[in-house]
């Protein structure tokens, strides 16, 4: 019998580093994104999931300051419908981004600046990745261990999984179908919105799909 | 003039103290990071030895790095009082303040951090330079990266200082801000590293009822009436006579106490001044307590801190504001101004509320007063949002996280 391959927790931290360069009008925004590094793009947006303070009706840093400081609200939900997975590189991200504030600046021109302070600052990130020392074999494993396991590892399999190449899917499915033969799990944990969960309510929804394949497993016998 | 090295006491608290207390990732990232820096000298400088957030952190810092097998010291630059007068200008005009620094204040300054220079061993892998102090050591750089760490608000500075200082700042490796936007547009590394509380400490570490009630005994505080309290330095910039006018307002609905707690630091001249100011302009009002305590006074801020019902950071300018935390783990709702580091500890509504204003201080103690269920929902949002971000643990990993970065310059992923 073929030896299951097993699955290894990991986790990441994100140290962040300034880049010194900010906006204070919508226009100076769009500018300052369309100059701004790779890693930056990334950080506003693909590590914006990693964070507590986010308030869940917008989907990445962008889309945040455009609604809660710029008041720029029609603006901040086209952001958040930016899907930042579908991709292929983040040149490509920043163009849609770039084009969703142009086209929103031909219908509305006049928009205001932000006090001093509440500029949007352009940060980027360097993140660190280590090993938690939990490796599992099958689905009861598992259910211990995600259960254990800090949200900066729900973070690293659920969300930055998806940005490494070549499965470009989340960590935890990618076990399910491929190791353990699961793809029905591996779909529904596929179909949980990664946008609209903190860490925590998405490490509840896997929890919980697990809980039921389990049962739905014992059952058989 | 004699130099003190404070190196560290083997027989304190280690890492592995904070098992159960801190994030587990924050100690396995620190262990990984500090197998790869065993052995490796990792100082730190600043100018004071006691009295404010930056002390505090390092006396125990170097316990835990020490612990770890990292050759870690901290050595406490000297200066005299006119030193130290030029430097509370330098602060004041770092932080918006339009002051006076003639070229001979910034010539003494340089002498002064020359002739430490020549006293203390500058010999590391990597040194942290703790604020504008000693920023001119970065000319007597012998060996390893030289990190500037800024702990202060300079978003807005008086500009003919901060060309001043940008002249040392600029030689350094990296420099390290509290938040982003207190990061000036310079061209090295600049890192974003908040600062952090130490829960073990005598400031923070859990005190028994009877412990809390001798304390306040002595210190001559009453116990019988809701206390709001601001602890901070006697500082302009921490609004301490815009705390009494929301008080004032509040004591019209609300019967409580005011306390104002803060102590002295060798490297702020101003603060008595500030004092006698505030004493003064709270008057005979019984239920004001203004208190002017020994750096030492550690246990008895801790005692405030958890027999306050609601704890005030009312800033006007903050580099970062650590009592927010403090009180945050404590399990308090904190009112702070929207300022410098406080939003970064404060999610308003949740941990807390944000203030502009004196009138918005008021109203914001009037609600926590009168809902204390919400008041203790937030206390509880506020020890598990410490507990995660504003550790020292937290601090430690960021700090030791930033020298692995700075060695493997280049990479935006860095396996551990």
């Known amino acids: 019998m073929e030896e299951i391959k097993p699955f290894e927790f990991r986790q990441c931290i994100t140290i962040i580093k300034a880049t010194g360069k900010k906006a204070k009008t919508l226009r100076e925004f769009k500018d300052r994104i369309a100059d701004a590094s790779d890693e930056s793009i990334s950080h506003h947006v693909y590590h914006y999931f990693q964070k507590e303070k986010r308030i869940l009706e917008y989907t990445n840093d962008f889309a945040q300051w455009a609604g809660e400081t710029l008041k720029e609200n029609i603006l901040a939900e086209q952001l958040s419908n930016v899907d930042p997975y579908s991709f292929k590189s983040v040149n490509d991200l920043r163009d849609e981004i770039v084009g969703v504030i142009d086209a929103y600046l031909k219908t509305f021109s006049k928009t205001r600046a932000v006090l001093s302070g509440d500029e949007f600052y352009f940060n980027e990130g360097v993140t660190l990745v280590s090993p938690v020392g939990m490796q599992v074999k099958n689905l009861a494993e598992f259910l211990i261990a995600i259960r254990y396991a800090e949200l900066e590892s729900i973070y690293y399999h659920f969300y930055e999984a998806r940005l490494r190449p070549p499965v470009e899917v989340d960590d935890f499915s990618h076990w399910f179908g491929d190791a353990l033969n699961k793809t029905g799990l591996a779909d529904r944990i596929r179909s949980i919105d990664p946008f609209m969960h903190s860490l925590e309510a998405a490490r509840q929804h896997i929890i919980e799909l697990v809980e039921d394949e389990l049962k739905n497993d014992m059952e058989k016998f | ?416």
């Open chain 2, 1 to 416: 003039m004699e130099l003190k090295s404070y190196n560290v006491s083997p027989f304190k608290l280690k890492l592995e103290d904070y098992i159960g207390i801190a994030p587990k990732i924050d100690l396995l990232i620190i262990q990984k990071l500090a197998e790869r820096f065993a052995g490796r000298k990792f100082l730190h400088i600043n100018s004071a030895k006691s009295g404010g957030g930056v002390a505090e952190i390092l006396q125990r810092m170097m316990i835990i790095l020490s612990g770890l097998g990292i050759n870690a010291r901290w050595e406490v630059i000297e200066g005299n009082g006119s030193f130290f007068d030029i430097t509370k200008r330098m602060h004041n005009a770092l932080q918006g303040n339009p002051e006076q620094i003639s070229q001979d204040m910034w010539e003494s300054y340089y002498e002064v951090n020359k002739s430490n220079a020549e006293k203390i061993d500058l010999n590391a892998d990597a040194v942290l330079i703790h604020d504008p102090q000693p920023a001119p050591l970065i000319d007597f750089k012998k060996s390893g990266l030289w990190i500037w760490r800024c702990h202060i608000d300079i978003s807005n500075p008086h500009l003919k200082t901060w060309n001043s200082l940008e002249k040392y700042v600029e030689k350094y490796d990296a420099a390290i801000f509290s938040v982003s936007k207190f990061a000036k547009d310079i061209p090295l590394d600049k890192f974003i590293i908040p600062p952090a509380i130490a829960p073990l400490s005598n400031k923070n570490r859990e005190l028994t009822k009877t412990e809390i009630e001798n304390v306040l005994a002595t210190i001559n505080i009453p116990v019988d009436k809701p206390i709001i309290l601001q602890v901070s330095r006697f500082d302009r910039f921490k609004d301490p006579t815009g705390v009494i006018k929301a008080y004032r307002l509040v004591k019209r609905y609300n019967d409580c106490m005011l306390v104002l707690a803060g102590s002295t630091a060798t490297d702020d001249p101003e603060g008595e001044k500030i004092f006698n100011e505030v004493k003064e302009y709270a008057g005979d009002d019984q239920d004001i307590s203004v208190l002017l305590l020994p750096p030492s006074s550690h246990i008895e801020i801790n005692a405030l801190q958890r027999a306050a019902t609601v704890v005030l950071q009312k800033s006007l300018k903050e580099g970062f504001g650590l009592t927010v935390s403090e009180a945050m783990w404590k399990g308090k709702p904190v009112i702070g101004g929207a300022v410098g580091g406080i939003p970064l500890q404060i999610i308003h509504g949740v941990t807390g509320f944000l203030v502009n204003s004196v009138e918005g201080t008021a109203l914001r103690i009037r609600q926590i007063l009168n809902n204390p269920d919400m008041a203790r929902k937030m206390g509880e949002n506020g020890r598990e949002y410490v507990r995660r971000n504003f550790l020292i643990t937290r601090q430690i990993r960021d700090y030791l996280s930033m020298w692995y970065i700075m060695e493997n310059k280049g990479k935006s992923v860095l396996e551990l």
